[in-house]
Structures are given as structure tokens and as C-alpha cells.
């Protein structure tokens, strides 16, 4: 529909008065814009109109009002999987998602995290063209929330933020979470079964929005240790960000050499040690060099939430395939775009055990137990 020009003029006034005021605001009575405008009301009711259709107004006997921007459906076709640099089987994960996401008229694509950026700069993802994010992993922070709720832009986290802080917020959101607590306490049943009580475990240290994994881990190992619980093979360095900062790709390679270098200068070093698998992968091979063998001399177990291959060697561990986590966040966000009112709901994913033969016979084993016995009987 052509409209003529003093209308044309009319209405971009009219809009230039809108993105002025905040969604909800009353715009001034019809008769003091034609008063102030020296127009007729036909004229400024025909602008008044067309931005009624555009949904950017709310007309009512009430008055005209700003209308909250449009959300829900989808407007790119595009959805984006945050995630931090050289992340875990990166590439592959995003082809899986995306025979996912092309089936129901999407495309994933892959924004590497940047924890500096991202704080100093919350509102760079609105430069994307995407109807939502998928945050992976621990990329997601307080910010980026708040930027995204309060442009209407949904959300999936695929790692649960420190309760305390959703609450602070009031965020509501949809969140996936592996069961990594309770699979770490798995871990240390079998290590006590084998007669382990010095088990250690080191991990880079992590942002406040999840820093409870730490805490929960800390309050596990004095629940399954007790009188044995030492504080000293609790290791928790710097954070993974300031390493990738200092030895890119070789980050973890030198996190496991310093945390070797701490944990078995001890007076009394851990007979075990369980971490995240590529932490305790680069430890096996600092604790061959100084001439010690696994699981001869210390046990190694690990614990794996990032990915999809289940090729872990030799190790025993605990192993959530990141794909069903990716999966279920996929499809919420992908419901939530097309429907901004459904209600946020959460996932928990349970570990599998992975079956090596980087677990032996440790000090407080009962073999070793009942060998005391004989030799202290003089057999």
C-alpha cells in the first residue's frame, strides 16, 4: 500500500517517538500530536494505524501504548553452540547437531567462548544473527542471562549455575546437568574397595557461577574418607582460561606436570588420583617420567562429561555422553523459539562406568591386610 507523503513524514515521527520510549509506555493523547504537529487526526490516525499492524503499537480506549517487541518464531533459521576454544570434539558435535536442527529447519553454528569478552562485553552475542543460544559446557555466565532475557532471546544451559546465583537473579531457565557429584562418589567406592584412603584429585579452578562443583566434590571425599580425608590432595590451581592464556594448546599438558609436582612431593603422596580425563591422561604420562607405573604404584580414574567417543585407553572412569545432554538442550531450545511461553525444565544424565586397568591394589586392601596378619604371626 502506497501511503502519501505527509503521512509517510507522520509516520516516521511517530516511530521516532517509539524507540524512544520503553515497551508499555503511554504515547501522548492523538489530539496534542495533531495540535503540536499541525495535522488532521485523519492523517494521524493513518499512521497510527499502519504501526498498529506492524505490531509496534497497542490501541485501546484506554490510550496508545508501546507495544514489547515481537517474540517467538523463527526469524533466522539459525541457532549458535557456545562453547570454549579447542572444545572437546567441537566439530564433531556441531555436524551432530545439525542433522538434528536441519530436520526442523534449523542450522547450528559454533561461537567459540571468550571469558574476557564476554564479561567486559555481555551484549557482543546480540551481534549474531540467531533465534537462540545453546551455552555448553560452563560458558554460560550471569551476564549473558540477563542480556538474554531481557531481549526476549532464549537460552539453553547444558551445566547447571550456582543455585544461589539463579535465585539472586530470579533467572528461569532450562538447564541440563550430569550426575558428576554422585559419579565421582562411584569413583571413590571403587578406589576404597581397593584399599585406597590418600586419593587426590585436582581440577583448574572455576568462575563463582560454578564454583559449587568444587564445594559438593570437597564435602564428598570427607563424607566417603573420613578420619582419612586430607586437605592437601584437594588441589584446585588456576583457572583453565589463564593457562590456555600462557600454553594454548598445551594448557592441560603443564597444569597435570605442576599438579604431579604438588600432589607426589608430599610426604605422604595419593596411591590414587582421580580427575577429569584429560587432566589425569597428561598425569599418567608426568608419573611415568619420574619412574612410577599405573596401577602398580598409583591408581588413575577419571571422570568425562565433554563429548561423544568412549575411547578412553586403559583408564576406568565414569563417562556421560555429551551428545544426549546436547540433544535434549537442542530440541528445548528449538520448542522454546517457537513457543516463549513454555515452561523452563531441567535434565539430569546419568554416568556410565568405563572398565580399565588403571585401578590396583592399594595399602588398605584386604589382600595386603591379611599378608600383615600372617607375617605379624610369624608365619
Partial sequence: MAFPSKQKDIYA????????????????????????????????????????????????????????????????????????????????VLDELNLMAKARGYQVIGITFEEELFRSKPGVLLNFPVDGFLFRVSSLREEQIDIMQQNHIPLVALNRMDTQIQQNHQFRLDWAECAIVAGYGLLLDQLIACGHRRIAFFDFNRTPEYRYFHRDLWNLFQEKLGKHFDKELFYIGGSSADWWRKYGEEYTNRYARQAADKLFNLAEPPTAVAAAYPLVAALKTHLTARGLQVPLDVSLMFAQTTGMSRNFGDFSGIWFNELVKLRWGLDRLLLHIENPKLEPATFLQEPLFIEGTSVGEGPFSHKQEILKGIVSNGA
Avoid: N, W
Fill in 13 to 92: 515521527r511517530l516511530l521516532d517517538d517509539i524507540e524512544r520510549y520503553r515497551p508499555g509506555a503511554k504515547l501522548p493523547p492523538e489530539r496534542e500530536y495533531c495540535r503540536h504537529l499541525k495535522i488532521a487526526r485523519e492523517t494521524l490516525r493513518h499512521a497510527l494505524l499502519r504501526l498498529e499492524k506492524e505490531g509496534r503499537i497497542i490501541r485501546s480506549q484506554a490510550g496508545t501504548f508501546i507495544a514489547a517487541p515481537k517474540t517467538g518464531g523463527k526469524k533466522y533459521g539459525m541457532v549458535a553452540l557456545v562453547g570454549s576454544k579447542g572444545g572437546y570434539q567441537h566439530d564433531q
